[in-house]
Each structure stands twice: as structure tokens, then as C-alpha cells.
């Protein structure tokens, strides 16, 4: 597993490189796909029964490399995270491209942002206020299930542009406009206190007719 880790460090995923050396990156991505394969058929030892002979073997492979360039699994936590899933796993059948590339991608941090949301909590980052201003007003019409299903949908996609650097800069709250009222500048004016904050009725009243009494002098 560490020799797989080690390689995956370098894989070429979400890299252009010239044409000239396509050839050796393609070569590499192989000799890592090979390593991950190595330990899936250890851990799955149906595995022939989805890949009966080499030409099944080569074309799995393949679409291994395409689902995990298309969501961007290149790092070894990733790998490690997926192959951990499938050590989990309770069957015997070989995982398809894309439920590995979930399995690598699911490190439970969707599940926090839902729990932080269902419980009323603040957002943990511009992340996690994308997908509630996404989702947020359509999951109040769903059902539990729908509702969680969606929202993983919504944070995988955010996810996936957050890895590729496309998250979209957060906006500067500007200052609230002033609410003070020209009955407060004439008050503050003649130093004459807050009728709200002064204590009893009748001190409160004395105090609210004197301001309007100067605001209108």
C-alpha cells in the first residue's frame, strides 16, 4: 500500500502535457492503475467474474484512469481512502469506476456540512454556504432521505470546483446603512438622552417630548 500511495503522489491527473510526452504519462497512469488493481483483486476475489480475461482486465483499467481524471483523484489520501472502502466492503464483486472513485471521495465531510446545516449551525466555509444557497430553500420540500441524497449531490459538485481552484470569491459585506433618525442626531445634539433606555414610564415619556419639541424648534 505504500508503494501504491508513493506512486499516486505523482500521478498525471488534471495535468496537460505536450504531446511528447503523452506516451510516458500514459504509461505511468498504468503502472499506478496496475498497483490499485493489484490490491482491489486481492480484496475481491470474484473479481473474474467481471473481468473474464485480459481484454475485460485492460478495459476496466481504462475506464478506472477516465472516472478518476474526471473527478480529479490524485492524491494518495484518496487512493488510500478508497481502497480502505473496499477493505470494508462486504461483498466479493469487483467495484465498478465509478463506486471506487466514490469510495475515494467520500470522506465524510458532506455529512458534517449536513449535520451542521439540519442542526441550525453556521457554515464552515464558502463551500458549505454555496451548496446551502443552492439547495438550502429546495430541501425544506423534501423528505429526510431526498433532502440528504441532494445535498450530497449539491456538495460533490461544489467539491469537485473546489479541488480545481474555481471556487468563486466570497463577496465583502458591506456596513449596514445607518438607521439613526433625525429625531436621534437632534437628541444626541442637545445631549438629551435615550426615552428608551431611561428607566420608568414617566421619565420616558418627559424625555421623548422634549426631543420632539426641539427637533421641531
Same mark, same amino acid.
Given at each position: ?70 473527478? @480529479?483523484?490524485?492524491?494518495? $489520501? !484518496? ?5 480502505? +472502502? =473496499? ?6 464483486? *469487483? ?37 446551502? @444557497?443552492?439547495?438550502?430553500? $429546495? !430541501? ?5 432521505? +431526498? =433532502? ?6 449539491? *456538495? ?62
Amino acid at each position: 500500500m505504500k508503494q501504491v500511495s508513493a506512486t499516486v503522489t505523482q500521478l498525471p491527473i488534471g495535468q496537460t502535457k505536450p504531446m511528447s510526452q503523452q506516451s510516458e504519462s500514459d504509461q505511468f497512469a498504468a503502472r499506478v492503475i496496475n498497483r490499485i488493481f493489484e490490491e482491489l483483486q486481492a480484496i475481491f476475489t470474484a473479481w473474474r467474474s467481471a473481468m473474464p480475461n485480459d481484454k475485460a482486465v485492460t478495459l476496466t483499467k481504462r475506464n478506472y484512469v477516465k472516472a478518476m481524471m474526471a473527478k @480529479n483523484v490524485s492524491t494518495p $489520501e !484518496m487512493v488510500s481512502r478508497g481502497l480502505a +472502502k =473496499a477493505r470494508e466492503c462486504e461483498n466479493d464483486f *469487483f467495484p465498478s469506476p465509478g463506486k471506487f472513485v466514490a469510495w475515494c471521495l467520500d470522506d465524510g465531510e458532506w455529512r458534517e456540512a449536513f449535520s451542521r446545516l439540519t442542526h441550525h449551525e453556521k457554515p464552515l466555509n464558502t463551500l458549505e454556504r454555496l451548496v446551502r @444557497n443552492e439547495v438550502g430553500y $429546495e !430541501m425544506r420540500f423534501l423528505n429526510a432521505e +431526498k =433532502a440528504e441524497a441532494r445535498f450530497r449531490i449539491a *456538495f460533490e459538485k461544489w467539491k469537485a470546483k473546489e479541488r480545481r481552484g474555481e471556487l468563486p470569491e466570497e463577496l465583502i459585506a458591506l456596513p449596514a446603512r445607518s438607521s439613526v433618525s433625525v429625531t436621534d442626531k437632534a437628541r444626541n445634539a442637545h445631549g438629551i438622552a435615550d426615552p428608551q433606555k431611561m428607566p420608568g414610564r414617566f421619565s420616558r415619556l418627559i424625555a421623548q417630548r422634549v426631543a420632539t419639541k426641539q427637533t421641531r424648534g
